[in-house]
């Protein structure tokens, strides 16, 4: 009875295309997350929507797009994926402020 | 807001060592703090946690004590395993909707 899933969990795609990635929560969280992890392991923050708004965008471009259609779901959808784009995304939802977050698996992205 | 800063990596040990690594944030106001795990191949799981002045986490051997005065985190563990190969990180919770603030990152090795 996984809490946080994400699917895909390897993407393999040529620059250029548009892939999504999903995100589901069982937890009965109002906030979900994306955070993206590069190579050198550091988490980033990307987004955090809160009730279905969103609330933190952390200066990522806007070829990255989430869409929250119900406040169980999280998705990432990315246009026009450049190399630098390739990184491990985790998505994550969370209850009240300060605290912790539970994470997803992970999804390896790799732009060739 | 919020700022966490791990002691650089890796950190390689010999099985049943002492295992320190240092973990400072600059905050305003009280976050609660968290350590997380990251096995390879896997996400983010909490590990331990404190949400005030003097709390200890602890959990599967490691521990850790919010201090105040050094606004500090360390986490320890008297004697690590192969099993405790991981990456770890301190994280400090945040006023907005739960986001959290991680610091770099740590990678352990431990060998046999």
């Known amino acids: 009875d996984t809490a946080v899933s994400q699917t895909p969990k390897y993407l393999v795609t040529q620059m250029g295309n548009d892939k999504s990635i999903k995100c589901e929560q069982n937890?009965?969280?109002?906030?979900m997350y994306w955070y993206k992890q590069d190579s050198k392991k550091f988490l980033k923050i990307m987004f955090s929507y809160n009730n279905k708004e969103l609330i933190i965008n952390e200066t990522v471009p806007n070829r990255f797009s989430p869409k929250s259609p119900d406040k169980a779901h999280l998705n990432l959808h990315i246009n026009s994926l450049e190399l630098g784009d390739s990184a491990v995304y985790f998505c994550a939802s969370g209850g009240q402020k300060n605290t912790e977050a539970f994470f997803g698996q992970g999804t390896r992205l790799t732009v060739v | 807001g919020n700022s966490v800063t791990q002691m650089e990596g890796p950190v390689t040990l010999s099985e049943e060592a002492f295992l320190t690594i240092n973990c400072t944030y600059t905050?305003?106001?009280?976050?609660?703090l968290f350590w997380y795990v990251q096995y390879p191949g896997e996400g983010l799981q909490l590990l331990l946690k404190?949400?005030?002045?003097?709390d200890k986490g602890s959990n599967k051997g490691f521990e850790a004590t919010y201090r105040k005065e050094t606004t500090s985190f360390h986490l320890e563990k008297g004697s690590v395993q192969v099993s405790d190969s991981a990456v770890y990180f301190c994280?400090?919770?945040?006023?907005?909707?739960?986001?959290?603030?991680f610091g770099q990152g740590t990678i352990l090795t431990v060998h046999p």
């Open positions: 905050a305003t106001g009280y976050p609660s």
């Open positions: 937890l009965g969280h109002d906030t």
């Open positions: 994280a400090a919770g945040g006023t907005s909707y739960g986001k959290l603030t």
């Open positions: 404190a949400t005030k002045a003097d």
